[in-house]
């Protein structure tokens, strides 16, 4: 405790006179008093905008608290107090003319800029006059501008390699590109560097042809480029159906599904062929022809049949020629059958 008062005391060097020997005589209790905490709302302002240091848990009955400029409580550094027995504020040596202290314990800081990105400190004396305080430090950004993109040449051969390059004003921003309008997926041909500024793809292929952007952005703005356009220049050996993945995906399971069912019908003529009657009957069109295949289902010769059982169908019995047996009337269905050897 009196380690914690002494430390505390140190930093009191500024406040003279009553104020300085009322702290003196007393004890600082943290465990009794609600933490005093200040957000600067937002954390991160734009450069020439305000942003609201916002205090919380001012003690209720306080006597008086001060802004600092920085950590150190240095009489040159104070921004302004109110004292709240006159309900009055006063401005200090660090006072720029763009603050406004509230009665509350906040303070609203106008067009700011890079130079005030720093902490600022709020004091507080409570009602024992107690001395409590906190820091807070807010961010300051310009708007990013627009970047460029440099591209080593904008018509590739496949195979060949690019190096795309973002140029931007601006430091301390963030790098993402952009692959026609979407974010780049990168694929394990493209290299990044260590800033993502330059992308390198090596070895291209034709799927990388197409608009390439580079976006910047820092916490409070982002920019995106202009499109580049790169062409790829197919190589012959590279494929040439030159079909998009999903194309290609389609015709596998187009070419799978077809397999199927072939096999399916196979299947089923097979089925058809052993588990069928006595006769061995297969159902197939056949056009009328003077073919060697013998036609009469008398004629049961094994060396003119192959392996393969087949029958004949013909609904144009005038049109067939049929062999000497089994003749019927020309209008008929003629109603063949090959026996299997
Ligand atoms: C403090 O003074 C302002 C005007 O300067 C007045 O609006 C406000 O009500 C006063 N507050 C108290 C607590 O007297
Ligand atoms: C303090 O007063 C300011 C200005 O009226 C206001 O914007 C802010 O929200 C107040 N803070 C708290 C903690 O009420
Ligand atoms: C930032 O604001 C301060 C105070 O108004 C001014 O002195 C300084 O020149 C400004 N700096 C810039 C970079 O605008
Ligand atoms: C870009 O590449 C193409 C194809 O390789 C080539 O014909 C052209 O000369 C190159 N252009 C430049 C500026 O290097
Ligand atoms: C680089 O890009 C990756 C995503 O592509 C991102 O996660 C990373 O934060 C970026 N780094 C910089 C410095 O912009």
């Known amino acids: 405790m009196e380690l914690a008062s002494a430390r505390l005391l140190r930093g009191q060097i500024p406040w003279r006179g009553l104020l300085l020997t009322a702290s003196l005589l007393t004890y600082w209790s943290p465990l009794t008093t609600a933490q005093v905490t200040v957000d600067a709302v937002p954390p991160n302002v ?10 919380h848990n001012l003690p209720q009955e306080f006597q008086v608290f001060y802004w600092y400029k920085g950590t150190t409580l240095n009489p040159d550094s104070e921004i302004a107090r109110y004292i709240r027995s006159d309900n009055m504020s006063k401005t200090g ?6 603050e406004t202290i509230y009665s509350n314990g906040s303070l609203f800081f106008q067009n700011v800029n890079k130079t005030d990105e720093r902490a600022y400190t709020l004091s507080v004396f409570d009602q024992q006059f107690n001395p409590i305080q906190t820091s807070v430090q807010f961010r300051v950004y310009q708007p990013v501008t627009q970047p460029s993109i440099q591209i080593t040449n904008t018509t590739v051969k496949e195979l060949g390699s690019v190096t795309l390059t973002c140029f931007s004003k601006d430091t ?3 790098v993402r590109w952009l692959f026609n309008s979407q974010s780049l997926q990168l694929t394990d041909r493209m290299t990044l560097s260590q800033d993502n ?13 197409g608009d390439y952007q580079c976006e910047i952005s820092n916490p409070v703005s982002f920019r995106i480029s202009h499109p580049i356009k790169l062409d790829v220049i197919p190589d012959p050996t590279q494929g040439n159906s030159g079909l998009s993945e999903g194309a290609i995906a389609g015709i596998v399971i187009g070419s799978v599904a077809g397999v199927a069912l072939i096999a399916a019908l196979a ?9 069928g009657g006595s006769d061995h009957r297969d159902l197939t069109e056949h056009k009328p022809s003077t073919s060697s295949h013998n036609l009469g289902p008398s004629d049961d010769s094994p060396n003119k049949v192959d392996d393969v059982s ?9 049109q067939s020629k049929r062999p000497t047996s089994a003749s019927s009337s020309p ?7 090959v026996k299997k050897k």
């Open 172 to 174: 301390g921003v963030s």
């Open 267 to 275: 299947y089923f003529l097979y089925s058809r062929k052993t588990g």
């Open 197 to 209: 500024s330059t992308l390198r793809i090596d070895p291209i292929k034709r799927e990388d042809a």
């Open 93 to 98: 040596p660090a006072y720029s003319g763009r």
């Open 310 to 318: 087949y029958s004949v169908l013909n609904f144009n019995a005038q």
């Open 46 to 55: 734009v450069e020439e905008k305000s942003v609201l240091l916002l205090a």
């Open 331 to 337: 209008t008929e269905t003629v109603y063949s059958v």
